[in-house]
């Protein structure tokens, strides 16, 4: 498993639900923030988009939007429109149709949005892969890949069929892979995106990923990528932004806390599982870095998933 499809597959995307959102006329609308990935196909347009800490953009009918963790923003027909404000409250369908503006006029503005929820013991690692909102214009050749996607995601959204909600799961998982394959070099100059296109280092990243519990040094991970020890310690650094063995022990912990929350292992176990020889490194290990001990944090993942399973 190559090091993008191990993280989206730790992330354990599920789909919420799904929206339809018309404009006719006038008219502006205002969400709060509410933390959740979201995104937006504009199944016409144009209308526009104001997000708290970006500057207002139009956006035209093919456009994409995605944000790792949603903030306030407005949608309008004219960006001096006064907004109505909205709490962003599910309804409990599975496609929620929301029209704004003038009744009885044509939509001039139609949205397919939708938002999401990933394994809250992770659920920070996509904000460190995405800027805080991706935007592909239409004739982006990268939004190629995640139009047809959200086509899919509105088809099945639309029919009440056996297997919808596993359906829409897959299709989100398939909707992140290529949002963060789409995202453009200058935009993540740095950081994992930038790791896997480097051939070098995605050959260390996916060493890493794919054999977390190897006892992996400095030295054979520079051999994985083909290079001296101090050349790779240094690229690494500078495209990742951390040193490679901080890296690996980023991930062996993102693992360690997956495997915590589900209560399976015992922590002498997932230490085993995520490459400590002993229980007693990975204690010290876990808790310097999260500050809680590992059983601590079994006992909490454990009891607020009885709380969610009891709601």
Same mark, same amino acid.
Request: aromatic share 10%; no cysteine; glycine share 8%.
């Given at each position: 498993m190559d090091a993008l499809s191990a993280i989206v597959t730790l992330l354990k995307p599920q789909a919420v639900a799904a929206k339809l959102v018309h404009g006719a006329g006038r008219w502006g609308v205002r969400y709060s923030a509410f933390g959740h990935p979201s995104y937006a196909l504009v199944l016409k347009g144009p209308c526009w988009l104001a997000a708290d800490g970006e500057p207002a953009q139009m956006l035209g009918?093919?456009?994409?939007?995605?944000?790792?963790?949603?903030? +306030?923003?407005?949608l309008a027909s004219d960006p001096k429109v006064r907004p109505k404000l909205l709490e962003p409250v599910p309804s409990g369908?599975?496609?929620?149709?929301?029209?704004?503006?003038?009744?009885?006029?044509?939509?001039?503005?139609?949205?397919?949005?939708? !938002?999401?929820?990933?394994?809250?013991?992770?659920?920070?690692?996509?904000?460190?892969?995405?800027? +805080? /909102?991706?935007?592909? +214009?239409?004739?982006?050749?990268a939004a190629e890949g995640v139009r047809p996607v959200v086509e899919l995601i509105k088809r099945e959204a639309l029919t009440a069929r056996p297997g919808q909600s596993l359906v829409l799961s897959r299709l989100v998982e398939v909707l992140l892979v290529e949002s963060l394959r789409s995202v453009p070099e200058d935009v993540a100059p740095t950081g994992l995106l930038a790791g896997l296109r480097d051939a070098r280092l995605a050959a260390a990243l996916q060493a890493i990923h794919t054999h977390p519990a190897h006892p992996w040094t400095l030295a054979t991970l520079a051999r994985e990528a083909s290079m001296s020890r101090s050349s790779f310690a240094e690229h690494f650094m500078r495209v990742m932004t951390v040193t490679p063995l901080r890296y690996l022990l980023q991930w062996r912990l993102a693992l360690a806390k997956d495997l915590l929350s589900r209560g399976e292992l015992t922590v002498g176990e997932t230490a085993l599982a995520v490459g400590y020889e002993s229980a007693s490194g990975?204690?010290?290990?876990?808790?310097?870095?999260?500050?809680?001990?590992?059983?601590? !944090? /079994?006992?909490?993942?454990?009891?607020?998933?009885? +709380?969610?399973?009891g709601n």
């Open positions: 009918t093919g456009d994409f939007v995605l944000f790792p963790a949603t903030p +306030r923003f407005t369908q599975q496609v929620e149709v929301a029209f704004h503006g003038d009744p009885d006029a044509e939509p001039s503005a139609s949205l397919l949005g939708g !938002y999401f929820q990933f394994d809250p013991a992770n659920a920070s690692v996509l904000t460190g892969l995405l800027p +805080r /909102m991706l935007h592909l +214009r239409a004739g982006d050749p990975f204690s010290i290990a876990f808790s310097r870095e999260l500050g809680l001990p590992p059983k601590a !944090y /079994m006992e909490g993942a454990q009891e607020a998933s009885s +709380r969610v399973q």
